[in-house]
């Protein structure tokens, strides 16, 4: 089946530690997204690639990285920078540059800061 | 004042109710409007798609935009339980997924 895979779900992580998330999908959409659910706002996202080895900051890419080696995978790290990283991340993808809107999401992984 | 304000709920309904959600949007530009259902601990899934004014019906769903108020609209009707949900609106003016502007969402139950 086609889709996206986002690993860890949960995942849990001391102050002042990087951590990654993976994000791995297998539908051959050129363009790829991270974003960030808080409760109580909507969907912001922190970045995207459009191709393999180019990416664009969303809205809320400070203390983020990613990198887009290869088509299928989008990892974001999330860097001791990162104020208040404690959230539920979303990685999506779309075809072309999706438009109309028509995002694919995974799961989603749930980090929490101890 | 947000781009795009959504009524959060919960919303409570028996079964075979019929369901109004909505959003409001202050950027007049928007022409590309979106419904998402998000279930509990999962990513959400594209539900309805418009483009400019008008109403699209798809089953039990029937999506609506008011440019004119700037206001959107999610009917469903004859609401069953699987349709407990969190529904987001997206819209965004120029199209791609990169410019997306999404509502807080608002969380639905449908009760047995």
């Known amino acids: 089946d086609g889709g996206i895979t986002q690993s860890p779900k949960y995942l849990f992580r001391k102050e002042g530690q990087n951590v990654t998330l993976s994000c791995e999908q297998n539908l051959n959409h050129d363009a790829m997204y991270w974003y960030r659910q808080d409760p109580g706002q909507g969907l912001r996202l922190i970045y995207y690639s459009q191709i393999v080895n180019d990416f664009q900051k969303g809205d809320i890419a400070e203390g983020y990285s990613v990198s887009r080696e290869k088509k299928e995978s989008f990892p974001l790290t999330v860097t001791s920078a990162q104020k208040n990283p404690t959230a539920f991340y979303l990685c999506a993808s779309s075809r072309g540059r999706g438009l109309g809107g028509e995002l694919f999401f995974g799961e989603g992984s749930r980090l929490t800061v101890l | 004042q947000k781009e795009v304000e959504q009524d959060p709920g919960p919303l409570s309904v028996p079964e075979g109710a019929i369901v109004s959600l909505n959003c409001t949007y202050s950027?007049?530009?928007?022409?590309?409007f979106m419904w998402y259902r998000q279930y509990s601990r999962k990513g959400p899934e594209l539900l309805m798609y418009t483009y400019s004014s008008g109403n699209k019906e798809d089953g039990r769903f029937t999506a609506q935009v008011d440019k004119s108020s700037k206001y959107i609209s999610l009917f469903i009707r004859d609401s069953q339980p699987s349709d407990s949900a969190t529904y987001l609106c997206a819209m965004s003016a120029r199209g791609g997924a990169n410019n997306l502007f999404f509502g807080t969402g608002t969380r639905l139950t449908v009760i047995p």
């Open positions: 950027n007049s530009a928007f022409q590309y």
